[in-house]
């Protein structure tokens, strides 16, 4: 990313303007997911997808070696059910020039990334799509390592390479970026409900008085 590109209005996420792309979210690499509780990015990595299907984000999604890994896990392809993950023998994503092509057919430059492991399947496309001009953001909290110290040291990696790190729930308040947008302020807070976490069980129990009130 240039030096212009990281500061501004301009450095902020548009949803005409990226493209995401998940990687590996698969049972084997849940096996040795060790930086976070798995659940969480579970419940992530499913809140970006359908934050990204919302807010019409084209969303690629990809997998290595789904015979002996598992398929992508379900809650993500129940997402976008008509959509098969394109699976991978290379570790590094963006050798697969299927996946390459797929980013480039949209004509978006910024590349959306989350994936398993942090250190690896993440850091390595970050890096080299970084190195050819996209500007990269790398989703953390929808990505993991083998350890806390592995998923840190890839954060840090990544960064020295120009990757912005960035959170789900901040990618979906940048596409959002006004409460008036009207046209996707329904899907933003059906997810929020669903992923928040403390927020989404906050709103849940803010309509619940609502609904309550009115009904008085």
């Not at 069980?201 to 309509?207: L, S």
Request: glycine share 8%.
């Amino acid at each position: 990313m240039s030096a212009q590109n990281k500061a501004g209005l301009d450095a902020l996420l548009t949803p005409e303007e990226s493209v995401v792309v998940l990687i590996d979210h698969q049972p084997f690499q849940f096996a040795n997911l060790n930086s976070h509780e798995p659940t969480m990015i579970v419940n992530n990595v499913v809140g970006l997808a359908k934050v990204a299907k919302a807010y019409g984000v084209p969303t690629i999604l990809t997998t290595v070696l789904a015979e002996r890994g598992g398929r992508l896990i379900q809650g993500v392809q129940d997402v976008f059910p008509d959509q098969e993950p394109i699976d991978r023998t290379l570790i590094n994503t963006w050798q697969d020039e299927r996946v390459v092509d797929a980013v480039r057919a949209t004509g978006r430059k910024k590349l959306i990334l989350a994936g398993l492991w942090t250190e690896i399947c993440l850091a390595m496309p970050a890096i080299q799509a970084a190195g050819e001009g996209f500007e990269v953001y790398a989703v953390t909290d929808a990505s993991g390592g083998v350890s806390a110290e592995a998923h840190d040291m890839a954060v840090r990696r990544m960064v020295q390479a120009g990757v912005v790190p960035i959170t789900w729930l901040a990618v979906m308040a940048e596409w959002q970026r006004d409460w008036a947008r009207e046209d996707t302020i329904t899907g933003a807070i059906e997810v929020q409900a669903q992923h928040g976490g403390a927020s989404g069980v906050a709103f849940a129990w803010e309509m619940q008085l609502l609904a309550g009130r009115d009904a008085a």
